[in-house]
C-alpha cells in the first residue's frame, strides 16, 4: 500500500459520448465517497477545456438519485470536448488549477487522444514535483483502444446497431422485390469494430439473413467487387442490406469519402459519406433503388437500447479507477479483462498510459471470413456477451426520463485564461 494521499479529487470527460459514459462517472463519484484521503469530488465542465478555465463543479453536493440517474442517462453529463493541449502555457495552466483547488486525484474518461492528454499531464506533474495521481477510464464505442479486450460503450452501440438491422430488414423485406438496396452507415474512424458488430443481427438460422454485406475499414474497397456482391444478393434475396464502417479505404489506402478540408484539433480528417457513396454504386450501375441511412449521434446515444453487461462494466471501471489512485496507482489507465473459463466474466486491470495513447487496436484479420464481408464465429463469440441484458430507463407519461445535474459551481481561484484557437 502506497503512502495516503490526502486532497481532492477531479473527474472530467472527453471527445464523443457514449450511452454508458455517465455510469462510468457514477461509478468514480459513488466509489471516492467511500474514501476519507479524498476531501472533495469535483468534476471538470468540457473536459480539458473546462479545467483551463477553471469550470468545476461540486459532484458531492448532487443528490444520490441524481447519481443514480446517470446510470440511465446519455451524453456526457459534464460536457465533453475534443481540445488539445498544446502549448507549454496550456499544460502549466491545469497544474495551476490543480494546486489552486488541491487535486491530488485525476480521473479522464476518454479515448485515444484522451489517454494521451492523461499521460502528458501526469508526466509534468512529476516533473514539477507536484504530488498527483492519474488514472484513465476507459471510453469509446470505437472498442479500438489498445490493450484492453474491449472498452466501455461498445456494447450498447453494437446492440442499438444490430437491433436498427433487425427493423430495417424487417421494413426491406416488405417493400423489395429483388431491387432493393438499402445501406446504413455506421461510426469507426480506423477499425471496423462497429460495422462488424452489425453480424450480431443475423438470425442463428437463417444464415442468408441481413445485414447481407458488411463493408469493413480493415478490408480494402474495391467498386467491382462490391457491384459484384451486391448483384448476387440481389439474385437470391427481395432486398439487399449494406452495413459500411465510415473509415472504409480503397486499395491504395485512402479514405472512400472524405472532407479534405476540415479536421478536428487532433488533426482527424472529418469522415462521413461512405454510406451515399455506396448508395450511388449501386443506382449508378444497376437497376434498383438504393437507399442510405447515416445512423450517426444516434447509434452512441441509444441508452433505451443500452447493453446492461456494458453499463454495469462501465461503473465498475469508474469504480476501479477510484480504487487504483487511492492504492497508489499512476499513469494507468482500467483495462477490462475477460474471461471465458465458465461463462463470460470480465474483471478490471491496469495498463500504463504510454501504451495505450494515440494506439489503434484493429479487428483481427481471422475474424472476417475470406469473402471480406461478413464475420465469423470467433467475431460472435467475442461480441455476443457484451450486448447481454437491458438497461432500465424510467419513463413518466410516455417519454423517457433522464437526468440534469446540478452543476454547483467551484469558486474560481484564478485569473482568467485564454484558450489557443
Not at 456526457?76 to 491545469?94: I, N
Amino acid at each position: 500500500m502506497s503512502e495516503e494521499l490526502l486532497g481532492n479529487c477531479l473527474v472530467a470527460q472527453s471527445g464523443g459520448p457514449t450511452s454508458v459514459i455517465n455510469s462510468s462517472l457514477a461509478g468514480v463519484v459513488s466509489e471516492a465517497l467511500n474514501h476519507e484521503c479524498i476531501e472533495e469530488i469535483y468534476g471538470g465542465l468540457n473536459g480539458v477545456q473546462g479545467i483551463l478555465q477553471e469550470q468545476l463543479i461540486d459532484l458531492a453536493s448532487e443528490s444520490q438519485q441524481n447519481i443514480r440517474g446517470l446510470r440511465y442517462t446519455p451524453g456526457a453529463a459534464l460536457g465533453t470536448c475534443r481540445y488539445k493541449l498544446r502549448s507549454e502555457a496550456d499544460f502549466d495552466r491545469v497544474l495551476e488549477v490543480f494546486e489552486a483547488h488541491n487535486i491530488r486525484y485525476f480521473f479522464y474518461a476518454g479515448g485515444n487522444d484522451s489517454q494521451d492528454t492523461a499521460d502528458k499531464i501526469s508526466k509534468l506533474a512529476q516533473k514539477k514535483g507536484y504530488a498527483l495521481r492519474v488514472i484513465g477510464v476507459p471510453k469509446t464505442i470505437d472498442n479500438d483502444l489498445v490493450t484492453t479486450d474491449h472498452t466501455p460503450g461498445y456494447g450498447s452501440v453494437i446492440k442499438y446497431i444490430s437491433t436498427s438491422i433487425r427493423e430495417i430488414a424487417c421494413d426491406n423485406g416488405g417493400m423489395g422485390q429483388h431491387d432493393l438496396v438499402q445501406v446504413v452507415e455506421v461510426m469507426g474512424r480506423s477499425a471496423g469494430w462497429i460495422a462488424a458488430g452489425a453480424a450480431l443481427a443475423k438470425y442463428k438460422d437463417n444464415p442468408n439473413s441481413a445485414p447481407h454485406l458488411i463493408y469493413l475499414p480493415e478490408v480494402p474497397f474495391s467498386e467491382e467487387k462490391y457491384i459484384q456482391d451486391v448483384t448476387k444478393v440481389l439474385q437470391k434475396e427481395k432486398f439487399c442490406l449494406v452495413v459500411v464502417g465510415e473509415g472504409l479505404v480503397d486499395a491504395d489506402g485512402n479514405y472512400v469519402s472524405t472532407d479534405s478540408q476540415s479536421a478536428d484539433a487532433f488533426g482527424h480528417s472529418q469522415l462521413g459519406g461512405a454510406g451515399e457513396y455506396l448508395r450511388r454504386l449501386a443506382e449508378e450501375n444497376l437497376s434498383v433503388k438504393a437507399r442510405s441511412i447515416k445512423l450517426g449521434m444516434a447509434q452512441r446515444a441509444a441508452v433505451h437500447c443500452a447493453s446492461k453487461a456494458d453499463s454495469d462494466e462501465a461503473y465498475m471501471a469508474g469504480q476501479a479507477a477510484v480504487r487504483a489512485a487511492v492504492a497508489g496507482e499512476t499513469d494507468k489507465m482500467v483495462i477490462l479483462v475477460r474471461s471465458d473459463n465458465d461463462g463470460y466474466v470480465c474483471e478490471t486491470g491496469l495498463a500504463p498510459l504510454s501504451e495505450i495513447a494515440n494506439g489503434v487496436k484493429l479487428l483481427p484479420e481471422s475474424w472476417i471470413n475470406e469473402d471480406g464481408v461478413s464475420m465469423n464465429y470467433n467475431f460472435i463469440k467475442y461480441a455476443l456477451p457484451l450486448i447481454q441484458g437491458e438497461v432500465e430507463v424510467p419513463f413518466d407519461n410516455g417519454m423517457p426520463q433522464y437526468i440534469d445535474l446540478k452543476k454547483i459551481k467551484v469558486d474560481r481561484k484564478l485569473a482568467a485564461y485564454t484558450l489557443n484557437t
